[in-house]
T-cell receptor
Framework: DSGVTQTPKHLITATGQRVTLRCSPR?????VYWYQQSLDQGLQFLIQ???????AKGNILERFSAQQFPDLHSELNLSSLELGDSALYFC????????????????FGPGTRLTVT | AQKITQTQPGMFVQEKEAVTLDCTYD???????LFWYKQPSSGEMIFLIY??????QNATEGRYSLNFQKARKSANLVISASQLGDSAMYFC?????????????FGQGTTLQVKP
């Protein structure tokens, strides 16, 4: 058990709908990362938050947004869902924000498997 | 551009034997970190081992060791004494840059099957 929790574990929804994925980082970790894993794109970084502030953005669609709350949990919102958004969405956490020359391992949650029908 | 390449889509190894999973990376930054993760069929991502670009010695964690060859830009994972529970997908990942935010770039993964 990594200490990172994600809910729900599975989500099935229809095209055009909106969903919210939730993540609680490990105790003491201030940095949260979201990744998408799909068959065609592999594992891709979406977005990072550190202590409530957005720190880095990757290949995140405009239909997707995220935030990190004062209690450090994070939510990833996916809207106007398309079939191609079906994927496994991971949240990961680390203690620090990522600093020049400093590289922390990230601990991953179990993922949320999203199926868009 | 930063890139991780894993050229072995699938590998087989006999139980109790050692196996090497290949990983090459590309970055122009002198400072970077290399990671290996394991993804069993259940789906979770499990951190295995880390190697920093300035580390003098190859990293080891139990049965896992990282064969780091900086000049070749390779960071191969060696699993000794393979066990049936090692059957999984393995991902090599990198974090780099003077503007490092910690985000990971992943390779395509290698599926390892351990035969009894």
């Amino acid at each position: 058990d990594s200490g990172v929790t994600q809910t729900p574990k599975h989500l099935i929804t229809a095209t055009g709908q909106r969903v919210t994925l939730r993540c609680s980082p490990r105790s003491g970790d201030l940095s949260v990362y979201w990744y998408q894993q799909s068959l065609d794109q592999g594992l891709q970084f979406l977005i990072q938050y550190y202590n409530g502030e957005e720190r880095a953005k990757g290949n995140i669609l405009e239909r997707f947004s995220a935030q990190q709350f004062p209690d450090l949990h994070s939510e990833l919102n996916l809207s106007s869902l398309e079939l191609g958004d079906s994927a496994l969405y991971f949240c990961a956490s680390s203690p620090r924000p990522g600093l020049p020359g400093s590289f922390d391992e990230q601990y991953f949650g179990p993922g949320t498997r999203l199926t868009v029908t | 551009a930063q890139k991780i390449t894993q050229t072995q889509p699938g590998m087989f190894v006999q139980e109790k034997e050692a196996v090497t999973l290949d990983c090459t990376y590309d970055t122009s930054d002198p400072s970077y970190g290399l990671f290996w993760y394991k993804q069993p069929s259940s789906g979770e991502m499990i951190f295995l081992i880390y190697q920093g670009s300035y580390d003098q010695q190859n990293a080891t964690e139990g049965r896992y060791s990282l064969n780091f060859q900086k000049a070749r830009k390779s960071a191969n994972l060696v699993i000794s004494a393979s066990q049936l529970g090692d059957s999984a997908m393995y991902f090599c990942a990198m974090s780099s840059g003077s503007g490092n935010t910690g985000k990971l770039i992943f390779g395509q993964g290698t599926t390892l099957q351990v035969k009894p």
